[in-house]
């Protein structure tokens, strides 16, 4: 059964170092996502992408995050500067549309020291 | 904006019986999906279920069934003969047609089934 994949499963970085998670979703999904779950806490939305473009971004996505699609198969986080509060298991998902199941990934643990 | 609750941050069950776990949601849109999801220790999500908010018949995989209460704005959960696999965090999550992905989580409610 097709899944997507995160690497790295898990990343200790140092506060202010730059951070690339990566994914590679399912290969006939067209709708890629992002979401994160501090330990202990609810799964929250991060961002959307469509078509080379974001198509919904939540409050906590702001100027540290971005997201690239750099080739046709692998979907990327970035976080720029990263904070302690940063440290959280960061999910990617796909869809093949906008209504279809999401699957999710395995994860990828981001700790901040 | 959506809101979803999940009233139980704790449940267990016996092996071999029945558990529900209840979850309830606000919105004021017409259009929307809800979905469970299974979080094991390996911290994975795991689709459990989905129901279609236009769909009045509850949907139900294997062992897991919904109870979609759409005036109620209720989405319970029920295992029946509950495996000790199905020990694990369990969301309940809300998406709006429109909003591509953009789904909206509970707290959780953390399941333990007991041999």
């Known amino acids: 059964e097709p899944e997507v994949t995160q690497t790295p499963s898990h990343q200790v970085t140092q506060m202010g170092q730059e951070v690339i998670l990566r994914c590679v979703p399912i290969s006939n999904h067209l709708y890629f996502y992002w979401y994160r779950q501090i330990l202990g806490q609810k799964v929250e939305f991060l961002v959307s992408?469509?078509?080379?473009?974001?198509?919904?971004k939540s409050e906590i996505f702001d100027d540290q995050f971005s997201v690239e699609r750099p080739d046709g198969s692998n979907f990327t986080l970035k976080i720029r500067s990263t904070k302690l509060e940063d440290s959280a298991m960061y999910f990617c998902?796909?869809?093949?549309?906008?209504?279809?199941?999401?699957?999710f990934g395995e994860g990828s643990w981001l700790t901040v020291v | 904006a959506q809101t979803v609750t999940q009233s139980q941050p704790e449940m267990s069950v016996q092996e071999a019986e029945t558990v529900t776990l209840s979850c309830t949601y606000d919105?004021?849109?017409?259009?929307?999906?809800l979905f469970w999801y299974k979080q094991p220790p390996s911290r994975q999500m795991i689709l459990v279920i989905r129901?279609?908010?236009?769909?009045?018949q509850n949907a139900t995989e294997n062992r897991f069934s919904v109870n979609f209460q759409k005036a109620a704005k209720s989405f319970s959960l029920k295992i029946s003969d509950s495996q000790l696999g199905d020990t694990a965090m369990y969301f309940c999550?809300?998406?709006?047609?429109?909003?591509?992905?953009?789904?909206?989580f509970g707290d959780g409610t953390t399941l333990t089934v007991k041999p």
């Open positions: 992408f469509y078509n080379n473009e974001i198509s919904e």
């Open positions: 998902a796909s869809s093949r549309d906008r209504v279809s199941t999401i699957y």
């Open positions: 919105t004021s849109e017409n259009n929307y999906y």
């Open positions: 999550a809300f998406m709006i047609t429109s909003n591509a992905g953009k789904s909206t």
């Open positions: 129901q279609e908010a236009y769909k009045q």
